[in-house]
C-alpha cells in the first residue's frame, strides 16, 4: 500500500493562493505562519493530478458536459461513505457551495425574508444572505459541558415566519458531527414551520472514524423533503481551487425550480477540470483520505496535548471532524483585539479572529491544522513564547 508523505513542506508562495499571497491584504502582513483560510498544505493527491494531466494531453479544450462517469463517481462514493442512495437527477453541479447559497437564497426567498443561522458560524452564512438584504435571525448553539448543541427551544421561538435556515454539518468552526437524533428534530421544526434547510456537508467526508456522518436529507423522510445538501470533494482533497462542488435534492418539487433557476442561468454547467478532479477523487480517493485523516487527527493530537502541557488557558473542543480546531481562549481573560494581537502580533500566526463566526465566537480563535507537523510545532512554540511575554 503507498504511503503518502504529509510532512513533506511545499513552497506555495507566488502561486496567487489566499492563504500565502492574499495574506497580507487580509492580515496586513505577509511573513506570518498561515493557519487560517481552509485548506489544506498537502500536495493534491497524484491519482487527481495524473487524471488532470492526462487530460491535458488532449490539448483541446472546448464546451463540456456532466459525463455518466460524473453521477456515477459521485453516487458510488455516497453509497460507499454513507450508505446513501441517490438517484441521478437528484445532483447537480454547482460553482461552489457559497454560491450555492447566494443561488439558493435568490431563488427560494424575497428581500427582507428572515434566514437563520446557528452562530458561532462559517461567516459567508450570515454574509451571502445580507448582502441580498435577507433579515438574519440568529439561533446560537449552546454549550452544554463542554460540548455545542442546538438549542431547540430557542429556535421554536423564533421560527415563525422564517423562510430558510442554513446548516453546517458537520460544523465549522465547532467540529461538530450531528447526531441524527438531532437532525431529526430540527427537519421536524423546519417543516412545521416551512422552512427550507440548505445543509452545507463540504466537511462531511474528513469525519473521524469513531464519529458517524448522518448526511441532513437521511436523517427522515421530512429531512429529505424539506432540504437542499451542498457536498465537495474541494475539502477533503485540497482542490478548493478547482471548484467541485455539487447539490443534492430529492424533494421533486424543491428539485425543479432550484435546478431550473440554475439551468436558467447556466449556473449549474462545471469545467472540464472540476469534472475530471471530481471523477478521480471518487474513484480512487478512498485510501488517501484514510491516511490524510489519520495525519490530522495525530496534528489535533499535539496541539491538544500542548496546550494542555503549557498554555492549559487554551481548550481545544476535539473536532469530530475536518482540519479546523476551535480554541476556547476565553480563560486568558483578554479583550478581543488583544487576544488577536496575542496571535497575531506577539506570535506571528495567522489565525480566523473568533468573532468573525458571529455571536459565541468571542474569546475563540480557529486553527488550521491542516499543514506539515513541523509547522505546527513552530506554530505552538511561537504561541507559547509570546503568552509567556505577556
Ligand atoms: C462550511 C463551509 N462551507 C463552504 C465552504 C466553501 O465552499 P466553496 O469553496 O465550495 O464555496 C467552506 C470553506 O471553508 C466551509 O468551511
Redesign the pocket.
Known sequence: MKQYNFDQQIERHGTDCVKYDGMKETFGKDNLIPLW??DMDFKTPDFIINALKKRCEHEIFGYTFASDKYYDSIIEWLLYKYLWKIERDWITYIP?????IAYAVQCFTEPGDKIIIQPPV?H?FRIVPESFHREIVYNPLKLVNGYYEMDFEHLESIAEGCKMLIL?NPH?PGGVVWPKETLQQLAEICTRHHILVIS?E??AEMTFPQYRHTPFATASEEAASCSIT?M?P??TFNI?GI?T?YSIVPNEELRRKFYGYLEAGEFNSGTIFAYEATIAAYTFGGEWLQQMRSYIMANILYVTNFLKKHLPAIKVYQPQASF?VWLDCRELNLPQQELVALFKEKAGLALNDGSMFGPGGEGHMRLNVGCPRSILEQAMNALLKAANMK
Not at 461552489?96 to 450555492?100: C, F, N
Open positions: 483560510v481552509a461552489g457551495i457559497v454560491k450555492g462559517y459567508p453546517s465549522n452545507d463540504i466537511h451542498f465537495a474541494s475539502k478548493a471548484v462542488s479546523l
